[in-house]
């Protein structure tokens, strides 16, 4: 069955700094890739998603994410983070269903 | 509706009672999906549905659980004999089909299981 696996179960950067999440992923086949976004007290919301029509992948809120065959990964950044952007993020695979990563939770700093 | 709509927010119980949780999908979406957030973790699958049928039950953690969906909308979760490790979040998604990837998610229930 296809996973993902998040390094890194928190993450804390200064406000400005860039802002990195790792996610890899186990699959035989290309895999359709999702990060997920769930704010204090709300429910998770895409963030952006992988079909393989492009391997940068632009989503909500300045992030991106790059799919890298070479590497299994599909790593999360955002060039300069908010304090608005302190959340927990879910990178995910699409199977028959979403199978979630543990979560990495983003701490922003002022 | 306009989304996923879960009923109720909050489920404080005593330890051996049944619970019962509500999804309202979003209207259309044929796929709906139950996870379990237990405080500090991640997403614990359970159950999805394509229509009415649930081709993959394999998350549902023991026998006290169990699901349903009637006319490709609405979905229970039901919980038996409650236990406190049974205390979470239980959250419910839809989306289009399955495994098309995008889910819609409701804000979920908490349940508590004193």
């Known amino acids: 069955a296809q996973s993902v696996t998040q390094l890194g179960s928190h993450v804390s950067v200064s406000e400005g700094a860039l802002v990195l999440l790792r996610c890899n992923y186990s699959?035989?086949?290309?895999?359709?890739l999702f990060w997920y976004v769930q704010y204090p007290n709300q429910g998770l919301q895409l963030l952006l998603k992988?079909?393989?029509?492009?391997?940068l992948v632009k989503g909500i809120n300045g992030f991106e994410a790059e799919f890298k065959k070479s590497e299994t990964s599909f790593h999360l950044t955002k060039p300069s983070a908010h304090m608005s952007d302190a959340a927990e993020y879910f990178c995910?695979?699409?199977?028959?269903?979403?199978?979630f990563g543990a979560g990495t939770r983003l701490t922003v700093k002022p | 509706g306009a989304g996923v709509s879960q009923s109720p927010s909050n489920k404080v119980t005593e330890k051996g009672k049944d619970v019962e949780l509500r999804c309202d999908p979003i209207s259309g979406h044929t796929a709906l999906y139950w996870y379990r957030q237990r405080l500090g973790q991640g997403l614990e699958f359970l159950i999805y549905f394509q229509g009415n049928s649930a081709p993959d039950k394999s998350g549902l953690p023991s026998d006290r659980f169990s699901a349903e969906r009637t006319g490709e909308s609405v979905s229970t979760l039901t919980i038996q004999r409650t236990q406190q490790e049974d205390s979470a979040v239980y959250l419910c998604a839809s989306s289009k089909i399955a495994g098309d990837g995008e889910l819609f998610f409701g804000e979920g229930s908490r349940l508590t299981v004193l």
């Open positions: 699959s035989s086949v290309p895999p359709y």
């Open positions: 992988y079909t393989s029509a492009a391997t």
């Open positions: 995910a695979v699409s199977d028959r269903f979403m199978r």
